[in-house]
């Protein structure tokens, strides 16, 4: 990210360390289909260990609710620097991870999960990446209407105001604005995209600390539509 500064990049890392603490680390990959429940696939925020993320609070607790679920996290670097690299081995990841997981497991389910970095990463899976600046890649959101049921981003430098996913308070451009939301519609009825003013990524604004506040404030509701798109377990 070019606007980020070393200090910015502590800040982040500061503001969501207690979180960090108390979550638990989820695998790479997943051994067996879920045959109830679903396949949790969470991509971490910028900074975070890998197989570790704020996120994770939000799978645990659907996991908890929907039994037969698993949780696994996309293994790529999550550095501020060089970020456009960092994202991109993330959605390349990504949808390797997507792609095998539907291919042996064709009736489970997939619940996509990302924040910060991690949410661009999904978006960019789904949607195709075309923000300014990153390589352009396919969006697969028309080959999983049928395998992935949920999606929910938060903090996504990549968010765009105005779209029937959106929720939250924001209404300033981001910070790497999505040129081609149209790619989304086959899974925009599954999606949610949390991003509130003044964040410092999906906002524009000037807060780290709105920025690392997404599970905090929109844990409850987060669990809640994953878990009414599995049918309510």
């Known amino acids: ?14 503001s969501l360390a207690l979180t960090l603490f108390n979550c638990g680390h989820v695998s790479a990959a997943a051994s067996n289909c879920t045959t109830s429940g679903a396949h949790i696939i969470v991509a971490r925020e910028s900074g975070a260990p890998n197989g570790v993320s704020v996120m994770n609070l939000v799978a645990e ?3 908890a609710k929907c039994s037969g ?22 959605v390349g990841n990504l949808t390797e991870m997507v792609l095998d997981y539907q ?26 990446t075309s923000e300014s600046g ?13 395998t992935v049921a949920a999606v929910v981003l938060m903090g996504d430098p990549s968010f ?15 910070y790497f604005p999505r040129l081609d939301t149209a790619a989304c ?15 410092y990524y999906c906002d524009q604004g000037t807060s780290i600390v709105v920025h690392a506040n997404y599970v905090t404030k929109y844990h409850s509701e987060a669990v809640d539509f994953v878990v009414d798109l599995l049918g309510g377990c």
Do not use: H
């Open 61 to 63: 607790e659907v996991a």
């Open 103 to 128: 291919e042996s497991c064709p009736d489970s389910k997939i619940v996509l999960m990302g924040y910060s970095q991690g949410a661009q990463v999904t978006a960019d899976f789904l949607c195709g």
């Open 160 to 174: 765009v105001t105005g779209l029937t996913w959106d929720n939250g308070t924001a209404e300033n451009v981001s």
């Open 134 to 146: 990153f390589p352009e890649t396919e969006a697969y959101g028309t080959s999983m209407t049928d």
């Open 69 to 90: 679920s698993d949780i696994a996290g996309v293994p790529y670097p999550a550095d501020f620097s060089p970020y456009v690299e960092s994202e991109g081995y993330g």
């Open 185 to 199: 519609d086959p899974v925009a009825d599954k999606m949610i995209s949390y991003c509130d003013t003044n964040d």
């Open 1 to 14: 990210m070019t606007r980020l500064s070393s200090s910015v990049a502590a800040s982040i890392t500061a």
